[in-house]
């Protein structure tokens, strides 16, 4: 995710330059690694709650949780990363990243101990076939980073044994999980039958977020991608996307609708338009735009966390 200010909310971010001395200790190395170890303290409390002892809130230790804190920071690290590494590629001035810890963490509560993170891009970004390489480099690279951890805990699930009541919490699995199970030769399971593995929901929760950050509305990553590469029909896109998710409430639960109300009113749903908004992408820069589609798709589930009763 990056964070482009006022410019971008939630995904890059524009800003002007900070007055000589102002917030400097917002972008001190110090700083960033507060924030960092912070986040591995509650994602690994927040993931003691995937494993047989339950974690340093339920009688085991704090250490329990480290098989999902570690594989959800490299996820997230390697997005902003991504995002990062483009920047520095075209000499854009943009912070380290951000980490942001949750501190929902204890019942009753769920969470995943953390709300994600970002990074801060300081200047507009001018160019369209630019803005496309910055906002699809991270979303790809998290998702590339997802990967290993995935085919690992898809192959470490355990039975379950415990009846469904009308407060347990399913996930909902997506396509990539479907297809990991089947070149794993694991066996289709569902989030009902089975415990997941700590290492699984790490990876389960990063595809979470890059599905998130590739909504293609206003100044996410998904924005940013559809901007450059629809130019001036973005808002019009966009527009419908939002449209689309509010209307997913009347059949699914109202995640998607929750998300793209958050993404409009945080960053807008147009983009603003770069320098060179009528000039056309080259067809590389247009694959990668489809491989985002893609991805976004392999990531994408309906009802993505619900809870459900006991049947008849």
Same mark, same amino acid.
């Given at each position: 995710m990056t964070e482009q200010v006022r410019a971008e909310?939630?995904?890059?971010?524009?800003?002007?330059?900070?007055r000589r001395g102002r917030r400097r200790w917002l972008?001190?190395?110090?700083?960033?690694?507060?924030?960092?170890?912070?986040t591995l303290g509650t994602t690994t409390i927040a993931g003691g709650f995937f494993t047989e002892r339950g974690g340093v809130l339920f009688g085991g230790s704090f250490t329990d949780g480290l098989p999902f804190s570690l594989p959800l920071l490299v996820i997230l690290g390697v997005h902003e990363m991504g995002h990062y590494a483009m920047c520095r590629r075209y000499g854009l001035a943009a912070t380290?990243?951000?980490?942001?810890?949750?501190?929902?963490?204890?019942?009753?509560?769920?969470?995943?101990?953390?709300?994600?993170?970002f990074i801060r891009i300081k200047e507009p970004i001018r160019d369209k076939k630019i803005l496309l390489d910055v906002g699809a480099a991270g979303p790809l690279a998290?998702?590339?980073? !997802?990967?290993?951890? @995935?085919?690992?805990? #898809?192959?470490?699930?355990?039975? $379950?044994?415990?009846? /469904?009541?009308?407060?347990t919490v399913l996930f909902d699995y997506p396509l990539?999980?479907?297809?990991?199970?089947?070149?794993?030769?694991?066996?289709?399971?569902?989030?009902a039958a089975v415990h997941e593995h700590p290492t699984f929901m790490?990876?389960?929760?990063?595809?979470?977020?890059?599905?998130?950050?590739?909504?293609?509305?206003?100044?996410?990553?998904?924005?940013?991608?559809?901007?450059?590469?629809?130019?001036?029909?973005?808002?019009?896109?966009?527009?419908?996307?939002?449209?689309?998710?509010?209307?997913?409430a009347f059949w699914v639960p109202p995640v998607w609708a929750f998300?793209?109300?958050?993404?409009?009113?945080?960053?807008?749903?147009?983009?603003?338009p770069p320098e060179n908004d009528?000039?056309?992408?080259?067809?590389?820069?247009? !694959?990668?735009?489809? @491989?985002?589609?893609? #991805?976004?798709?392999?990531?994408? $589930?309906?009802?993505? /966390?619900?809870?459900?009763?006991?049947?008849?």
């Open positions: 909310g939630i995904g890059p971010s524009f800003a002007p330059p900070p972008e001190h190395p110090l700083f960033h690694l507060l924030l960092f170890a912070l380290h990243p951000y980490f942001l810890p949750s501190p929902f963490v204890v019942p009753p509560f769920f969470s995943f101990g953390t709300f994600g993170a998290g998702f590339a980073a !997802t990967l290993p951890f @995935l085919f690992y805990g #898809v192959s470490h699930a355990r039975p $379950s044994t415990t009846a /469904i009541g009308s407060t990539a999980v479907r297809l990991a199970q089947d070149l794993t030769g694991v066996g289709r399971y569902t989030s790490a990876a389960w929760f990063g595809m979470l977020v890059t599905c998130l950050n590739l909504l293609p509305i206003g100044q996410l990553d998904g924005g940013h991608v559809l901007r450059a590469a629809a130019g001036r029909r973005q808002p019009l896109i966009s527009g419908v996307a939002v449209a689309a998710a509010f209307a997913s998300f793209a109300l958050m993404a409009a009113a945080v960053t807008g749903v147009a983009h603003p009528a000039e056309p992408v080259e067809t590389g820069r247009l !694959t990668v735009a489809l @491989l985002c589609l893609v #991805v976004f798709l392999l990531c994408f $589930s309906p009802a993505p /966390i619900r809870q459900i009763g006991p049947g008849p």
